[in-house]
């Protein structure tokens, strides 16, 4: 990987790692889902770089995809609650997640946890995934818990937040062998429940799929902000400005410009716990980007 590319990674990781310790402690009972997000995105772009995609909020047995609404009044209870946050610099990205366990449940949070740290002990050039997803399944049952086996980690690329290779939380007959200059994000989800999960009807993130002319005036400014602001990467509806920014979105939605990122939740209805941490493969192992303790 080129230096300079290898820094702007680093850089995103640094930075998230700074938000990300900022933003832990506000997460209590009462406190807004809305400030939060809005501090960790504010936070990021006030250190020079962008959020890779919106803050994730998700609460007990939701996974992933949750995002405040415009005006969302929802405050946190007494839940399971999933931070995951992304930050970009010039499109290099580092993804990473914790679990803030208000329910009691803190050998779940645990269990995700160790999933992660048994991926982080096998990362390096010659390593299948396929061998990091038996390591995290083995950690989480360990605790007597099941890995959410339709959820993966995955690659990150410039301007990608989802790209190749899958990490998978579970043992694979057969995996992808990883490489010099790999960055993947590796994600333990954990769940007292069925190990599954489905997409739900909620949905508050969105992202550009095939650009294509749109007659709507409106539409065709909103794709302009797309392609501009965000690129490839998922944004939130709470982002749109203007007053025909929603309906400009549902048309876009319509004629297949975007597509959507629905909330991801246990079959069963059961909590989920989520870990998280981006990783450079190198030659001599790996660099975990997003650990706030790298000697960087």
Known sequence: MDGEILEKYRSAGRILAEVLEE???KVEVGASLLDMAEFVEGAIRLRGAQPAFPCNISLDRMAAHYTPTPNDKSVFGE????????????????????????????????????????????????????????????????????????????GLSRYLAHDEPAVPNKALDKGEMLNVGDVIAIEP????????????????????????PVRLPAARALLKEIQESYKTLPFARRWLKGERAEYALMQLLRSGVVHRYPV????????????EHTVVVLENGCEVTTNPRNPL
């Not at 930050?87 to 779940?108: F, P």
């Not at 989800?189 to 599954?196: D, I, K, Q, W, Y």
Request: glycine share 12%.
């Open 23 to 25: 933003a832990r402690p």
């Open 79 to 154: 839940s399971m609650v999933k931070l995951d946050m992304g930050v970009h610099v010039d499109g290099y990205i580092a993804d990473a997640a914790v679990t803030v366990d208000l329910s009691g449940h803190d050998k779940l949070t645990e269990a995700s946890c160790a999933g992660l740290e048994a991926a982080l002990e096998l990362v390096g050039p010659g390593v299948s995934t396929a061998t990091i997803g038996k390591a995290i399944e083995d950690a989480i049952t360990g605790y007597g818990y099941k890995p959410v086996s339709n959820l993966t980690g995955h």
């Open 189 to 212: 989800f954990a769940t007292n429940g069925s190990g599954r999960i489905s997409e739900s009807s909620i949905n508050e993130i969105y992202g550009l799929s095939a650009p294509r």
């Open 264 to 275: 991801l939740w246990e079959v069963e209805g059961a909590l989920v716990s989520q870990a």
